[in-house]
């Protein structure tokens, strides 16, 4: 045994733990090794399949979507007691940004620009996840998305790879702890490899085609990343990946993921989708889809029913040898032994209720959320606001509302607790007049297919043209009344995450006419944004004197934005991702490559003759109750040889009144070489805080990492012997200019 110097606690050795896999394996019927590789889908819709006698015969290896926790140690005994090999069952859900405690989405989390915010929130998803009886979370979504217009851009980093790869790697800790099987953790997921985030015109599930340069420079690296902090498994895409859905792709799956990056753990599909390689047009039937899956690297089958139905039959006719079936087997099997489920199976039912209740939890949530935030805009100091406001208008759709404040993903087992913006800001002011109407309701125009998990009579009337213009003027008659207006706007959490693509940008319904109406009133107005995703908000941003974009803030949210506007809190988010000012102008992201008509060149010629694709608000960009100077940028070396490092140091230094964060952004450029490569390109960052006055010179290191590329040219990695720019400053934008070179 290793004993785990941070903790205490004892680790397996990797050898005890491959004897003791083999001694298990070398027992097992052909049935049970199918049933290790199938996972039920015990959705409540879904019980007609009987999982206890498929469990007593030991024909599932984990188990998802069940929501009825007490149902965990019933089937688990079924499991350990009655099965003839007795293998514990894993039992998974979807935990993505909290389980109880909610924090703030993974787009928000990515905000922080601070990776052990994003490790904490995990810390206690994993923590409450374990405690409700949940051995794996599907999480961290790691798709990169350069496209607003996706979803699901909601669940990811964003669009930059080296972020990405930093708030993966945070997250599979946060999840995991410092081992596998560390007390109070549960196995992390990297999903969804690979490429779903580019997926035609934003739209979910359309096909993904991507070359093997952009795969590898771009969409891979948080992968990797979690690879290198031990992710336990992986998650195949939905979607076909140059023609070959991602389930059936060998090349990934195989070659680059285990060949390459020497992943040990094991990989599930998507759900249902082994069975969906036929729908798709790739399989056959569903036992060519069952054989193409296992040989691509697929180990179990999310509720596809597939390898059960066919792998069985595949290896008796001498289809597929015994080896393949005993390989996808050995690292389900390894998860169980080192989650330490064979000596301690079940989960004490009384624990849920307990680790809810610490109150750091709530806290977490709190500070994790403030840290996310970004502050978009704040003419003439506005913000922070006076805590002697007495009489306070808080309108829109979305001010009280439980689910914009939790955000996506609070499906299954969801209890709603979220502080709304509106009880936030009662709280924060109890003596104040705070007058709140929501103004029309906003919905989709196309119901989602999630909405069947939602109850019947939880499910909102749509509502009636009359009642949403009452609801409007009664808007305006209640901010007319008031010294001042918080709005908050965006969207429902429906209208962000899983099938949940949209192709405009805008406020839907009708907030932006509404916010315009306040907003000739004349009074100060603060437009408070939730929402999953960036929004093309061009007359607020003209228009409106603040901007705070709060995302989807999770149990503490209101408070955590109330905090923030009356500057209990000081924001230092940035933006993961540009905003866009048109849903058309997606996809749009900073590190695109230079053409041959750069903006500024004699020969520039506008992309567009109908409004110029800049975004609203670029990657990285977000603002502070203070000011920052960023300068002095100093490298250590004027030439860097190939393979070796060099470091950027800058002096930041807090120019305001009032302590506050900055994140200090490094950018490269690579001027010439086999390749073209992006204008820029974030290659290192660091959050911190400073006094007023104070001033911090903060170091960031580039290396043969940060300096070399997949050349598509070469088709391999490489390092050129180029010149570089470098550019370091608050956002993508930075002027603070320096360049060193390469050499051979
Ligand atoms: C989603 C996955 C999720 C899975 C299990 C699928 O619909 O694409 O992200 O983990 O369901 O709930």
Same mark, same amino acid.
């Given at each position: 045994?290793?004993?785990?110097?941070?903790?205490?606690?004892?680790?397996?050795?990797?050898?005890?733990?491959?004897?003791?896999?083999?001694?298990?394996?070398?027992?097992?019927?052909?049935?049970?090794?199918?049933?290790?590789?199938?996972?039920?889908?015990?959705?409540?819709?879904?019980?007609?399949?009987?999982?206890?006698?498929?469990?007593?015969?030991?024909?599932?290896?984990?188990?998802?979507?069940?929501?009825?926790?007490?149902?965990?140690?019933?089937?688990?005994?079924?499991?350990?007691?009655?099965?003839?090999?007795?293998?514990?069952?894993?039992?998974?859900?979807?935990?993505?940004?909290?389980?109880?405690?909610?924090?703030?989405?993974?787009?928000?989390?990515?905000?922080?620009?601070?990776?052990?915010?994003?490790?904490?929130?995990?810390?206690?998803?994993?923590?409450?996840?374990?405690?409700?009886?949940?051995?794996?979370?599907?999480?961290?979504?790691?798709?990169?998305?350069?496209?607003?217009?996706?979803?699901?851009?909601?669940?990811?980093?964003?669009?930059?790879?080296?972020?990405?790869?930093?708030?993966?790697?945070?997250?599979?800790?946060?999840?995991?702890?410092?081992?596998?099987?560390?007390?109070?953790?549960?196995?992390?997921?990297?999903?969804?490899?690979?490429?779903?985030?580019?997926?035609?015109?934003?739209?979910?599930?359309?096909?993904?085609?991507?070359?093997?340069?952009?795969?590898?420079?771009?969409?891979?690296?948080?992968?990797?990343?979690?690879?290198?902090?031990?992710?336990?498994?992986?998650?195949?895409?939905?979607?076909?990946?140059?023609?070959?859905?991602?389930?059936?792709?060998?090349?990934?799956?195989?070659?680059?993921?285990?060949?390459?990056?020497?992943?040990?753990?094991?990989?599930?599909?998507?759900?249902?989708?082994?069975?969906?390689?036929?729908?798709?047009?790739?399989?056959?039937?569903?036992?060519?889809?069952?054989?193409?899956?296992?040989?691509?690297?697929?180990?179990?089958?999310?509720?596809?029913?597939?390898?059960?139905?066919?792998?069985?039959?595949?290896?008796?006719?001498?289809?597929?040898?015994?080896?393949?079936?005993?390989?996808?087997?050995?690292?389900?099997?390894?998860?169980?032994?080192?989650?330490?489920?064979?000596?301690?199976?079940?989960?004490?039912?009384?624990?849920?209720?307990?680790?809810?209740?610490?109150?750091?939890?709530?806290?977490?949530?709190?500070?994790?959320?403030?840290?996310?935030?970004?502050?978009?805009?704040?003419?003439?100091?506005?913000?922070?606001?006076?805590?002697?406001?007495?009489?306070?208008?808080?309108?829109?759709?979305?001010?009280?509302?439980?689910?914009?404040?939790?955000?996506?993903?609070?499906?299954?087992?969801?209890?709603?607790? %979220?502080?709304? !913006?509106?009880?936030? *800001?009662? /709280?924060?002011? $109890? &003596?104040?007049?705070?007058?709140? =109407?929501?103004?029309?309701?906003?919905?989709?125009?196309?119901?989602?297919?999630?909405?069947?998990?939602?109850?019947?009579?939880?499910?909102?009337?749509?509502?009636?043209?009359?009642?949403?213009?009452?609801?409007?003027?009664?808007?305006?008659?209640?901010?007319?009344?008031?010294?001042?207006?918080?709005?908050?706007?965006?969207?429902?959490?429906?209208?962000?995450?899983?099938?949940?693509?949209?192709?405009?940008?805008?406020?839907?319904?009708?907030?932006?006419?509404?916010?315009?109406?306040?907003?000739?009133?004349?009074?100060?107005?603060?437009?408070?944004?939730?929402?999953?995703?960036?929004?093309?908000?061009?007359?607020? %941003?003209?228009? !409106?004197?603040?901007? *705070?974009? /709060?995302?989807? $803030? &999770?149990?503490?949210?209101?408070? =955590?934005?109330?905090?923030?506007?009356?500057?209990?809190?000081?924001?230092?988010?940035?933006?993961?991702?540009?905003?866009?000012?048109?849903?058309?102008?997606?996809?749009?992201?900073?590190?695109?490559?230079?053409?041959?008509?750069?903006?500024?060149?004699?020969?520039?010629?506008?992309?567009?003759?109908?409004?110029?694709?800049?975004?609203?608000?670029?990657?990285?960009?977000?603002?502070?109750?203070?000011?920052?100077?960023?300068?002095?940028?100093?490298?250590?070396?004027?030439?860097?040889?190939?393979?070796?490092?060099?470091?950027?140091?800058?002096?930041?230094?807090?120019?305001?009144?009032?302590?506050?964060?900055?994140?200090?952004?490094?950018?490269?450029?690579?001027?010439?070489?086999?390749?073209?490569?992006?204008?820029?390109?974030?290659?290192?960052?660091?959050?911190?805080?400073?006094?007023?006055?104070?001033?911090?010179?903060?170091?960031?290191?580039?290396?043969?990492?940060?300096?070399?590329?997949?050349?598509?040219?070469?088709?391999?990695?490489?390092?050129?012997?180029?010149?570089?720019?470098?550019?370091?400053?608050?956002?993508?934008?930075?002027?603070?200019?320096?360049?060193?070179?390469?050499?051979?």
């Amino acid at each position: 045994m290793d004993v785990n110097t941070n903790t205490g606690s004892t680790a397996p050795s990797d050898a005890g733990v491959a004897a003791r896999v083999e001694a298990i394996l070398g027992g097992m019927s052909l049935y049970e090794k199918v049933g290790q590789l199938t996972q039920l889908g015990l959705l409540p819709n879904m019980l007609g399949a009987n999982p206890e006698d498929v469990i007593r015969l030991g024909g599932a290896g984990s188990v998802l979507w069940l929501t009825d926790r007490k149902q965990y140690n019933v089937l688990q005994k079924i499991a350990v007691e009655e099965s003839p090999s007795k293998i514990p069952l894993l039992f998974a859900l979807d935990v993505i940004h909290g389980y109880r405690t909610v924090f703030p989405t993974p787009l928000a989390l990515a905000s922080s620009w601070d990776p052990s915010v994003a490790e904490r929130a995990q810390t206690v998803a994993a923590r409450e996840a374990r405690a409700a009886g949940l051995h794996w979370t599907f999480g961290p979504m790691l798709d990169i998305a350069r496209d607003a217009r996706w979803g699901r851009i909601v669940e990811g980093a964003g669009e930059d790879p080296f972020l990405g790869a930093a708030m993966a790697a945070a997250q599979v800790r946060g999840f995991q702890g410092d081992y596998i099987g560390s007390p109070e953790h549960v196995l992390a997921c990297a999903k969804h490899f690979a490429g779903y985030g580019a997926a035609d015109g934003g739209r979910d599930y359309d096909p993904v085609y991507l070359s093997e340069t952009q795969l590898r420079n771009t969409y891979f690296p948080p992968f990797q990343a979690a690879v290198k902090a031990n992710v336990a498994t992986f998650m195949s895409a939905y979607m076909d990946l140059n023609d070959v859905p991602a389930t059936g792709n060998r090349w990934l799956l195989h070659d680059v993921l285990r060949g390459e990056w020497g992943f040990g753990g094991f990989v599930v599909s998507d759900a249902f989708a082994v069975g969906n390689l036929v729908i798709q047009g790739f399989a056959r039937d569903g036992r060519d889809a069952a054989q193409r899956a296992l040989h691509a690297g697929l180990n179990m089958d999310m509720a596809s029913g597939t390898y059960p139905q066919h792998l069985a039959g595949l290896v008796e006719d001498g289809s597929l040898p015994m080896t393949e079936i005993d390989a996808a087997v050995r690292p389900i099997l390894e998860m169980k032994v080192r989650l330490g489920l064979f000596e301690n199976p079940y989960t004490d039912e009384s624990l849920l209720a307990q680790v809810i209740a610490r109150p750091e939890h709530r806290s977490e949530s709190r500070l994790v959320a403030q840290r996310s935030m970004v502050l978009l805009k704040n003419e003439g100091g506005l913000l922070p606001l006076s805590k002697n406001v007495s009489n306070l208008a808080v309108i829109g759709p979305l001010a009280d509302s439980m689910e914009a404040t939790e955000g996506s993903w609070m499906i299954f087992d969801h209890v709603p607790g %979220a502080v709304t !913006v509106l009880q936030g *800001l009662r /709280a924060k002011l $109890p &003596g104040a007049n705070i007058q709140y =109407a929501p103004g029309p309701q906003i919905a989709r125009d196309i119901r989602s297919w999630f909405d069947n998990f939602t109850p019947e009579e939880n499910r909102k009337p749509a509502q009636a043209a009359e009642q949403a213009e009452a609801a409007y003027q009664t808007a305006i008659e209640t901010a007319r009344g008031a010294d001042l207006v918080v709005m908050v706007l965006g969207e429902n959490a429906d209208m962000a995450g899983e099938a949940a693509s949209r192709a405009s940008l805008d406020l839907p319904g009708r907030q932006e006419e509404l916010l315009k109406a306040v907003v000739a009133l004349g009074k100060p107005v603060v437009l408070v944004l939730l929402n999953g995703r960036p929004l093309s908000i061009n007359w607020a %941003a003209e228009n !409106v004197p603040a901007i *705070l974009e /709060a995302w989807e $803030p &999770g149990t503490e949210g209101g408070n =955590a934005v109330a905090d923030i506007l009356f500057g209990d809190a000081n924001p230092g988010g940035k933006l993961p991702v540009s905003f866009p000012r048109k849903g058309s102008h997606a996809p749009l992201y900073y590190a695109r490559n230079l053409t041959h008509s750069p903006e500024g060149s004699p020969m520039y010629n506008p992309r567009y003759w109908d409004g110029l694709p800049v975004p609203l608000y670029p990657f990285g960009f977000g603002l502070s109750y203070t000011s920052f100077s960023i300068t002095n940028l100093q490298l250590s070396a004027a030439q860097v040889k190939v393979g070796g490092s060099l470091s950027v140091t800058v002096d930041v230094t807090n120019t305001g009144a009032v302590a506050g964060d900055e994140v200090v952004q490094l950018y490269i450029h690579q001027q010439a070489g086999s390749d073209s490569r992006p204008m820029r390109e974030l290659r290192g960052f660091e959050r911190v805080t400073l006094q007023p006055g104070e001033t911090r010179s903060v170091t960031l290191t580039l290396g043969p990492d940060e300096l070399g590329h997949w050349s598509s040219s070469a088709g391999k990695w490489l390092q050129d012997a180029e010149a570089f720019d470098v550019w370091v400053g608050a956002d993508s934008l930075a002027e603070l200019h320096g360049g060193f070179a390469v050499v051979g």
